[in-house]
């Protein structure tokens, strides 16, 4: 892979969702050569119980753009306000104006199944704004032109490790955040604001511990890892070649496949998981 194309791009629905379960990832590209960009396609305007809609989001810039600043990423503005991520033209075209500017080699998106229907139109988006970037036809706003390049996009687990009907979701991937969880921690930290809301209305109580827990979990499915972030690959089709896998590439060791999920791709169980792919 070229230079040009050491480019990791992480979009997400709102601010602090990078750094629940994508930062450390994205923290270990940064030290791995990479430029790193991410935004948040939702501004935070609900994540709320006592501050005006103009107030929040005010605040959830700030902390973002903190976050954002401890590793040297280019954040893209946010488009809408909360519960207002919807799978539709107008959005699609924005995203896709992003998309084809940053041109990604590495484009790491929310979970296709999650609880939260923000979650889940974000990821559409993500995908789908990477698979329309060489159209030409495709009119993004604002007019952006179409690029040549290939993507590589890969999925995050969905917060709670379960999608919307309970069932655990596993990763293919397990990326080994242990030597950068102080980072991860520290960036999750810059949103004051949020462990202030999530305490309030869904009575998370310690939000860094609860991140933590949730990577050490990760960690114990990956087989070998103390600390990980999971992810899934998304279909080659229309966005690279069948054999990509940049993330391994640039990280090595410091990841494990989960063999299993492999063959279950292909109707086959059994399988150990094995690192460096």
């Known amino acids: 892979m070229s230079d040009r ?26 030290q791995a050569g990479y430029g790193v960009h991410y935004m948040n396609i939702a501004n935070g305007s609900c994540g709320t119980a006592v501050h005006s809609r103009e107030e929040i989001v005010r605040i959830r810039e700030g902390e973002a753009q903190a976050a954002a600043r401890m590793i040297g990423a280019t954040v893209h503005p946010s488009l809408v306000n909360d519960i207002e991520i919807l799978y539709e033209k107008e959005l699609l075209a924005r995203v896709g104006a992003v998309v084809r500017e940053v041109n990604p080699g ?33 009119a993004t706003v604002p007019p952006t032109e179409a690029v040549e390049s290939e993507v590589t996009v890969y999925h995050a687990l ?13 990763a293919e991937l397990h990326v080994d955040i242990g030597s950068v969880l102080d980072g991860k921690r520290e960036m999750l930290a810059q949103h004051r604001s949020q462990k202030e809301w999530l305490d309030a209305s869904q009575g998370l109580d310690a939000y860094l ?3 933590e827990e949730m990577c050490e979990e990760v960690g114990r499915m990956s087989g070998g890892f103390r600390y990980a972030e999971g992810w899934r690959r998304h279909s080659h089709l229309g966005f690279c070649a069948e054999e990509a896998d ?3 590439e ?26 460096g792919g």
Not at 11 to 30: S, Y
Not at 158 to 170: F, K, Q
Request: aromatic share 6%; glycine share 8%; with cysteine.
């Open 5 to 30: 194309r050491r480019v990791a791009f992480a979009i997400a629905a709102h601010p602090d969702d990078v750094e629940l379960m994508m930062a450390g990832t994205l923290i270990l590209l940064k």
């Open 106 to 138: 590495i484009l790491l998106a929310p979970s296709p199944d999650d609880y939260m229907e923000d979650h889940v139109n974000a990821s559409r988006l993500a995908v789908s704004a990477a698979f329309c970037r060489g159209m030409r036809n495709f």
């Open 246 to 248: 940049p993330l391994m």
């Open 250 to 275: 640039a990280l090595g060791e410091l990841v494990v496949v989960d063999e299993a999920y492999r063959r279950s791709l292909e109707g086959r169980a059994g399988g150990n998981r094995t690192a």
């Open 209 to 211: 511990r609860t991140m």
């Open 158 to 170: 969905p917060w709670g490790l379960c999608d919307g009907m309970r069932r655990r979701v596993r």
